[in-house]
């Protein structure tokens, strides 16, 4: 009887801990895109909390009533989506930044198929985002999700997680921040598309003989181009720097969510 119950406690454990790191995986960058599988999905979930679990076990104990068993697997996956979507934010920010850009450059004409997650985006904001992609494989933010999902059980044990009026405040600021983001990493084309349209405009005035349609849209796009090539350095620092603090950002969140104030 004694092995039967340890067995069952281990196992609603278990899925104590897949429902945390199921809200991870299902909003974390790049494994949240419809372009990878739900079975993948599902099986990454799985292997995590199986490796996760030794780490918490011991460390917590169930409910007694069943019911708030399973109303706290709600808040469990909650935790898990609050990380995985504060990274995912920046990706959100890039693709903000390469609407306002594309736009001012002349890119905004075509569209393509993100292949992060399917969905319409600009030429340049697509370009971006693999940028940004590569950027979060190299800076080892992946890692840094992994690391911050384990160390989330010291700070929110299973269960004690409260999403009060703390949290969302301070999940506005972390929005706000990468709103700040996105129009930083626009600001190189939101300049030079107004510098490149003064020019034609003042062009225009001196030759108006000139077609300005079919001269200044080609123009417009070199300049563009020519931006986006000397933009690539600042574009790495920012995104750099952005994924280096995530471990703070991470941490903020979980503190906010621990906390049972407010």
């Known amino acids: 009887m ?8 281990t196992l ?16 974390m960058p790049v494994l949240s895109g419809k372009a990878v599988p739900v079975r993948i999905k599902a099986l ?7 490796l996760i679990e030794p ?4 460390n917590v104990s169930l409910p007694r009533l069943f019911s708030a068993w399973l109303g706290s697997l709600v808040t469990e996956f909650f935790v898990g989506v609050a990380l995985g979507f504060s990274a995912y934010l920046v990706f959100a920010a890039v693709s903000f930044a390469g609407e306002l ?14 292949p992060l997650g399917l969905a319409e985006v600009p030429l340049l ?3 971006q985002n693999s940028v940004a992609f590569l950027v979060f494989l190299a800076s080892g933010t992946h890692e840094a999700l992994i690391w911050a999902l384990g160390r989330s059980y010291a700070i929110v044990p299973p269960g004690q997680g409260r999403f009060r009026t703390l949290f969302y405040e301070g999940y506005l600021g972390v929005f706000a921040h990468f709103m700040v983001l996105g129009i930083t990493l626009a600001a190189p084309f939101l300049v030079g598309g107004i510098v490149l349209n003064l020019a034609m405009g003042f062009l225009s005035r001196m030759m108006p003989q000139m077609n300005l349609i079919s001269v200044g849209f080609p123009v417009l796009v070199l300049g563009g181009l020519g931006l986006l090539i000397l933009s690539l350095p600042f574009l790495g620092s920012v995104l750099e720097d952005s994924f280096f603090r995530m471990d703070e950002t991470l941490g903020g969140i979980l503190r906010l ?5 407010g």
């Open 257 to 261: 969510v621990g906390q049972h104030g």
């Open 12 to 27: 609603l454990l278990y899925v104590w801990v897949l429902a945390r790191v199921s809200g991870l995986v299902v909003s």
């Open 44 to 50: 990454i979930a799985v292997a995590l909390a199986f």
């Open 125 to 127: 904001g697509t370009f």
């Open 2 to 9: 004694n092995l039967f119950h340890l067995r069952t406690e």
């Open 55 to 58: 780490v918490v076990l011991g």
């Open 101 to 114: 850009a594309g736009v001012q450059v002349g890119f905004g004409l075509v569209d393509v198929i993100n």
